[in-house]
């Protein structure tokens, strides 16, 4: 018993230990020789000592400083203990270099790779002790295309935390940031300077010449030397930035007139299945995603894409599903547009091919972005297979008797009913005024209260079973009755629309139970026939 509990301790160790990681991530992984970067160590053990070993840093970079950070943090209602060390660096060559795997008792970090350039000539021996540096990432760009703005603001002297900068604001553009600002530090002529790095995400609306506006940053510098109390005495400070020239050019003449414009560095068109196609099968609904992905354009630039409709094959689309998310390069956007297929036949349906046209704003040239056309294979459900209903008018086939005299039939009858008359007297006198009858199966009467109950309940699902119990009890399938009364197979496509496109909730069943009760008759085909004439009473 005792090995047993060692044992158990032991993997339980061997677990929590496998458990916890040391992770490694920086700021950014682009920068100069001359700027810092921020190199985070976190883990999630509450039992770690120490810190961690950085010394293989210290060939590759210059260490300015490292602090410990402890947070509590709740995750999926458990709490957990982060421990988090931040370590300032500053690369000591260019090209790719590589934080290396850095230890902590047993764990180790992954490695990170950054892209260290030279340093920027630009400047003097006299610098503002605060200045404002904007660039574009572009001179000239295409109309509704993505250009970057990027500010950086340069300190030599210590700051408060009331800094403030005026937001971009253009009429003639689209203006989205870029995340949140980021700071680090940066050499210049000798002198260390705090850079605060703001981006913008441009997107100009007209062709022609535009100018980006100034903005004002305004801060409070921290004074070299206090009062007789110890207390820093602050300067105000307002700086602005450049206005900066960004020349627009207008959509190309050899672009597609009835395609929508889409300037961006690249543009990805993919489909997802669920279930495969291949899979599927008559009256089961088929969802196909189109996903629609685009560098340099935010989701709402996305035109949704359009699908042939097939004959034989109903859609049912979903609302799109539009995501902005914020790259090195600016903004990536995407458009998902969700659609159930139901297929009213068995058979094989071709899906015809989707194109996507774009400007390759990298390339200057027209891109189109396409999907194969695809063949789909419906199969029978057996379950949705109906029993053919028997022929009432059909003659029957009756076996020869021997031929009786009339007296003799009619005598036979008369006592056989006044035998059964007396049995069944018998019978009742013996029986209880009221006898509970137990029904063997469902009722045509009771299917039909339980489609009313759900109709009325706004139930798609019992629905849908309620209005295929009910259909197996008439002499006709469902298809056949929707086919010949308009209100049916409108109330259906509804139903089926809440079923598959996921907006149940908000289906009203009122309408499929009034063409439920309005539904015709239907008519024999024997019924149609010359009645205005009685056949004779004694044919011969």
């Known amino acids: 018993m005792t090995r047993l509990t060692t044992l158990v301790f032991l993997l339980l160790l061997g677990f929590q230990a496998g458990a916890a990681t040391l992770t490694a991530r920086v700021d950014r992984t682009q920068l100069s020789l001359d ?58 060559q260019t090209g790719y270099v590589v934080i290396p795997p850095l230890q902590l008792g047993e ?15 630009g400047g003097g021996d006299t610098l503002a002790p605060i200045f404002i540096d904007s660039s574009l990432d572009q001179e000239t760009v295409y109309v509704q295309a993505q250009v970057v703005l990027t500010l950086r603001i340069f300190h030599s002297v210590s700051l408060y935390d009331d800094s403030t900068l005026s937001p971009l604001q ?13 700071t680090y530090e ?61 020349q627009v050019k207008p959509k190309p003449a050899d672009y597609p007139a009835d395609a929508p414009w889409l300037p961006a560095t690249r543009v990805t068109l993919v489909e997802a299945w669920s279930p495969q196609p291949q899979d599927a099968q008559l009256g089961e609904a088929l969802t196909r995603s189109l996903l629609v992905k685009a560098e340099g354009l935010s989701s709402a630039q996305l035109p949704p894409v359009e699908s042939t409709v097939v004959p034989g094959l109903r859609r049912y689309p979903d609302q799109p599903t539009l995501n902005d998310a914020v790259t090195e390069t600016g903004i990536s956007g995407s458009r998902e547009q969700r659609e159930a297929l139901v297929a009213t036949r068995a058979g094989e349906f071709l899906l015809p091919s989707v194109e996507l046209v774009w400007w390759n704003t990298v390339e200057d040239r027209l891109e189109r972005s396409t999907l194969p056309e695809r063949t789909l294979q419906v199969a029978a459900n057996p379950a949705l297979e109906q029993p053919a209903p028997a022929d009432i008018d059909a003659p029957q086939q009756q076996s020869p008797t021997p031929s009786l ?29 009221v006898i ?14 339980d489609l009313k109950r759900a ?20 002499p006709e399938t469902l298809a056949d009755m929707a086919a010949r009364f308009v209100p049916l197979s409108d109330a259906l496509d509804g139903l089926n629309g809440a ?42």
């Open 186 to 246: 940066k050499d210049i002529n000798g002198i260390r300077h705090g850079v605060i790095e703001v981006r913008y995400a441009l997107f100009p609306q007209k062709s022609g010449s535009l100018s980006i506006p100034a903005q004002l940053f305004s801060a409070t510098t921290v004074a070299a030397n206090g009062d007789y109390y110890g207390s820093r005495f602050g300067k105000s400070t307002q700086v602005k930035s450049p206005e900066i020239p960004l």
């Open 405 to 433: 005299w009339p007296w003799q039939l009619s005598s036979a009858v008369l006592a056989l009913t006044t035998l059964l008359g007396f049995g069944l007297w018998l019978r009742a006198r013996s029986q209880p005024a």
């Open 35 to 92: 700027e810092t970067v921020e190199l985070t160590l976190e883990t999630g053990d509450s039992a770690a000592f120490g810190k961690p070993d950085l010394q293989p840093l210290d060939n590759l970079f210059k260490i300015f400083g490292s602090r410990q950070v402890n947070q509590l943090s709740a995750s999926n209602g458990e709490a957990r203990a982060v421990t988090r060390w931040l370590v300032t660096l500053q690369p000591r």
């Open 107 to 121: 764990w180790r970090s992954e490695p990170i790779t950054l892209n260290v350039t030279e340093p920027s000539t």
């Open 455 to 474: 109709c009325l309940a706004n139930d798609t699902l019992a629905t849908r079973h309620a209005l295929d119990a009910w259909a197996r009890q008439q």
């Open 499 to 540: 079923l598959y496109s996921e907006t149940g909730q908000r289906w009203q069943g009122e309408a499929l139970w009034q063409a439920i009760q309005n539904l015709p008759t239907a008519q024999p085909a024997a019924a149609v026939q010359d009645t205005g004439t009685l056949p004779p009473l004694y044919p011969r």
């Open 436 to 449: 509970r009858t137990v029904q063997s199966g469902p009722t045509p009467r009771s299917l039909l209260d």
């Open 170 to 182: 253009m009429s003639d553009a689209l203006v989205e940031r870029l995340g949140e600002p980021r």
